[in-house]
C-alpha cells in the first residue's frame, strides 16, 4: 500500500490517574486491524503508575494540563500522521476503528472528520443505566461528535478551544462541520464506565456544568444548542423507543431518575458557573 492508502494514523489519549484503564486501551489500539498507527499519551501528573503502564505501549508519553483539550492539542502538535484520533483512557476501540475511518476518508477526499459511535459497559445498577442511556444517543446528530480528524483540518480551525472543558467535542465538530464534510462508521468505541455512583454522577455533571456557559456563548455553536440544551427533546428521544427504555424496568426508570437528577444540578452548575464567569 503507498502513503496515500496508508497514511499514518496517530491516536491522542490524554489521561490523569487512569492506571485501571489505561493498559485495556492501549492494548485496543495495538491490537486495530489496521497497523501504520503512533499512539501519543499526554499524562496530567497522574500520580499512579499511569505513565510507566503508557510506556509499556508507546516511547510518546508527555506530561501536560490542566484539562482534556489542552491535553489533546498538546498532542496534535506532535502528532506524525495525516490523521487524528481522540480517545479517552478509559475506552476500547474495536477492531477495525482505524481501518474503517482511513476506508472513508480514501473512498471520499471531501471527508475531514468522522463520527464513532459510542457503547458504555461498567459494573453496578447505575452503570447499567448510564449504558442504557448512551444507546439512545446513536446516529443522532446533535448529541455525537466527531473523534477521528484530518490533521490539517483540525490545525486550521485551531483545535479544541482550550477555555471550554464541557462541550469541546461539540465545539470542534460544529466548527469543522462548518467548512467540511463530517460522516460515520458503525464501528464502536466502548467507554468504561466503572463501577459509578449516583452521587459521582451527579458531582461529575456538576463540575462541568459549571463551565458549559463558554460553550453556549460561542454564535457559532447556535446551529445545534438549542437542541443539546433542550431536556425536554432528551426525554422524547428516550421515550421514542418505550420497548428499549422499559426493557428492564428497573434499569429505565433507574436511568431516567439520574437523568433528571443530571439535568437538575447540572442546571444549577451552569446558573453558578456563569455567574461566576461573568463577574
Not at 509499556?56 to 484520533?85: C, H, I, M, W
Request: with cysteine.
Amino acid at each position: 500500500m503507498n502513503r496515500l492508502s496508508n497514511p499514518i494514523i496517530s491516536v491522542i489519549v490524554p489521561t490523569k490517574n487512569s492506571a485501571t484503564t489505561i493498559e485495556s486501551c492501549l492494548k485496543s489500539i495495538h491490537k486495530q486491524s489496521y497497523k501504520n498507527i503512533e499512539i501519543i499519551v499526554v499524562d496530567n501528573n497522574s500520580s499512579d503508575n499511569t505513565k510507566t503502564i503508557s510506556r509499556k505501549y508507546t516511547d510518546y508519553v508527555f506530561n501536560y494540563g490542566p484539562e482534556r483539550s489542552s491535553q489533546r492539542n498538546f498532542g496534535a502538535k506532535y502528532a506524525t500522521g495525516k490523521f487524528l484520533l481522540f480517545i479517552d483512557s478509559d475506552m476500547v476501540l474495536s477492531i477495525d476503528v482505524v481501518k474503517n475511518c482511513v476506508k472513508k476518508t480514501i473512498i471520499d477526499q471531501n471527508i475531514k472528520s468522522i463520527i464513532i459511535p459510542e457503547k458504555s459497559f461498567g459494573k453496578g445498577f447505575w452503570a447499567g443505566c448510564k449504558k442504557l442511556e448512551k444507546s439512545f444517543y446513536v446516529g443522532v446528530d446533535w448529541i455525537e461528535a466527531a473523534r477521528f480528524f484530518e490533521k490539517k483540518v483540525f490545525q486550521e480551525v485551531g483545535g479544541y478551544d482550550e477555555k471550554i472543558i464541557s462541550g469541546e467535542d461539540w465545539d470542534l465538530s460544529q466548527k469543522i462541520g462548518d467548512k467540511y464534510k463530517i460522516d460515520r462508521i458503525s464501528d464502536f468505541i466502548y467507554h468504561n464506565e466503572g463501577k459509578i455512583s449516583l452521587l459521582e454522577t451527579i458531582k461529575k455533571k456538576f463540575y462541568y456544568a459549571k463551565k458549559f456557559n463558554i460553550y453556549t456563548e460561542k454564535k457559532e455553536n447556535s446551529k445545534n444548542l438549542k437542541k443539546q440544551t433542550n431536556i425536554l427533546l432528551r426525554y422524547k428521544l428516550y421515550f421514542s423507543n418505550p420497548n428499549k427504555l422499559f426493557s428492564n424496568p428497573a434499569t429505565g426508570i433507574g436511568m431516567l431518575f439520574m437523568k433528571t437528577c443530571e439535568f437538575g444540578f447540572g442546571g444549577m452548575g451552569y446558573l453558578i458557573g456563569k455567574r461566576i464567569n461573568n463577574e
